[in-house]
């Protein structure tokens, strides 16, 4: 078995675990045990139940870029993206609730996801052929992740087969973003753009992951104007 193979099983358990018992009781040696996959090799990979959540949301993100579509409009292109990355979550809805449920209660849980999504931004971002580097992308990067939040809400409340809430709302969050603030298009930040402190900025403009829209709190749910 692969590494690849050996951390899907792994992950796919402990998202079935958190569906039945909840996200807090959701553990390696369970998760490795009910996949009965090697004890020693899932010590070895996984530190505890936060490593499975990052390597989760790593997983996510292969799947999502597995098929990068090279067609349409960057915003079309982002469109697909996203709705790829609701398509992995989809596989595991009851475990990805459990832990969005949880988020407010384990705090260490919902910065490594705040951190591991910005990352998934970026990644998004650059595979859709849109520019990440310095403050113009900061403030674009920062733009999807308020994008996918929104959306994220619109998911969990989703009972379609189709995801057809799920749809309207990242195709409407990108469509306001974009009117809103042009940042696909924009080549670079202008001058007279800053990040101060407050916005989680250092002197050089470079926001770090504590900055990060918060899944757990920052984006009420429901709201449109978080967008705005």
């Known amino acids: 078995m692969s590494e690849q193979e050996f951390?899907?099983?792994?992950?796919?358990?402990?998202?079935?675990?958190?569906?039945?018992?909840?996200?807090r009781r959701t553990t390696v040696l369970a998760a490795a045990q009910a996949a009965g996959l090697s004890l020693p090799r899932a010590r070895g990979r996984?530190?505890?139940r936060l490593?499975?959540?990052?390597?989760?949301s790593q997983i996510v993100d292969q799947t999502a870029l597995t098929a990068v579509s090279k067609?349409?409009?960057?915003?079309?292109?982002?469109f697909d993206l996203l709705m790829r990355r609701f398509d992995a979550l989809q596989t595991n809805r009851s475990g990805v609730l459990a832990i969005l449920q949880a988020l407010p209660s384990d705090p260490e849980a919902a910065l490594l996801l705040a951190c591991e999504t910005r990352?998934?931004?970026?990644?998004?971002?650059?595979?859709?052929?849109?520019?990440?580097?310095?403050?113009?992308?900061?403030?674009?990067?920062?733009?999807?992740?308020i994008v996918w939040l929104y959306a994220l809400r619109a998911w969990?409340?989703?009972?379609?087969?189709d995801l057809s809430t799920t749809m309207a709302a990242v195709d409407t969050a990108l469509q306001?973003?974009?009117?809103?603030?042009?940042?696909?298009?924009?080549?670079?930040?202008s001058a007279t753009v800053r990040l101060s402190p407050?916005?989680?900025?250092?002197?050089?403009?470079?926001v770090s992951c504590e900055a990060a829209p918060n899944v757990a709190t920052d984006i009420p749910p429901h709201s449109p104007d978080a967008l705005r």
């Open 176 to 189: 306001r973003a974009e009117a809103t603030a042009r940042w696909l298009h924009q080549p670079r930040a």
């Open 198 to 206: 407050a916005d989680g900025a250092d002197d050089a403009g470079n």
């Open 51 to 56: 490593s499975i959540l990052q390597r989760f």
């Open 46 to 48: 996984f530190r505890g």
């Open 156 to 161: 969990q409340r989703d009972e379609s087969a």
């Open 7 to 23: 951390d899907t099983a792994l992950v796919t358990a402990a998202l079935a675990i958190a569906g039945d018992e909840g996200w």
């Open 71 to 78: 067609d349409g409009s960057m915003r079309d292109r982002l």
């Open 119 to 145: 990352n998934s931004m970026r990644w998004m971002l650059q595979a859709a052929g849109v520019a990440t580097a310095g403050l113009g992308g900061a403030l674009r990067i920062r733009g999807l992740m």
